[in-house]
């Protein structure tokens, strides 16, 4: 497949990129400034131009002759509400929007732990959990080929390859996000994830394994 990585540039989407392109899919990354796309193409990664704050056309033209598109874009936690609503809420809903425009089907979101429930959220960080709770829902009726993950409180440790996930995970926990791209890239093809939404956090158990048992 010809996948569409959203949120490049990030941290989960570098590390996204480079899963694919050793295997037999291929990446394009989809970032916001001409000097990211050409740092991607030296290093022989195809890179569109498309601004999440841009028009819902331009993403689906960044979208043309993809067969899937991995949502892994966040406004970052060193921007105010604003921004958060409209990269991580609008930004999401665009490129929902703009997937179904190119005529694509498969779509994944990588969301936070627990958006799905308005009793577990962080009051200083609400706004941050309105944005995902709404881009999963308009996701969840979009009618693609959905899969959401939740991940829990993200780290720059390496990763374990060991999880544990569940529709509705109590409690708290964290994650590295090399296990993140490794479990988002573990979902593009697997069919036990089509159409599932679910909470993942460091565990015991194989990523491969966890995901069989959904």
């Known amino acids: ?18 899963l694919l392109k050793e295997s037999d899919h291929t ?37 043309d002759g993809c067969d899937a598109v991995l949502f892994t874009a966040g406004s970052g936690g060193h921007t105010g509400a604003d921004k958060t609503l409209l990269v991580d809420l609008d930004g999401a809903v665009k490129t929902i929007e703009a997937t179904k425009q190119a005529g694509i089907k498969r ?8 958006a799905n429930n308005r009793e577990y959220w962080n009051e200083k960080i609400r706004h941050y959990y309105v944005a995902k709770h709404y881009a999963d829902k308009e996701l969840l009726r979009s009618g693609l080929t959905y899969t959401i993950l ?27 996000r090399a296990d993140v791209a490794k479990i988002v890239f ?8 089509f159409n599932r939404s679910f ?15 959904l």
């Open 107 to 114: 779509f994944i979101m990588v969301s936070a732990f627990q």
């Open 199 to 213: 909470d993942v956090v460091e565990g015991e158990e194989a990523i491969e394994n966890a995901l069989e048992r």
């Open 1 to 18: 497949m010809n996948v569409l990585v959203v949120g490049a540039n990030g941290q989960i989407g570098k590390q996204l990129i480079d």
């Open 27 to 63: 990446p394009v990354a989809m970032v916001r400034k001409e000097e990211q796309a050409n740092t991607f193409q030296q290093a022989g990664v195809e890179a569109v131009v498309a601004d999440l704050e841009g028009s819902v056309e331009k993403i689906a033209k960044a979208a």
């Open 150 to 176: 939740r991940p829990g409180g993200l780290t720059n440790d390496p990763g374990t390859g060991k999880v544990l996930i569940g529709e509705n995970l109590s409690g708290r926990g964290k994650i590295s």
């Open 186 to 193: 573990s979902c593009l093809d697997n069919e036990k994830t």
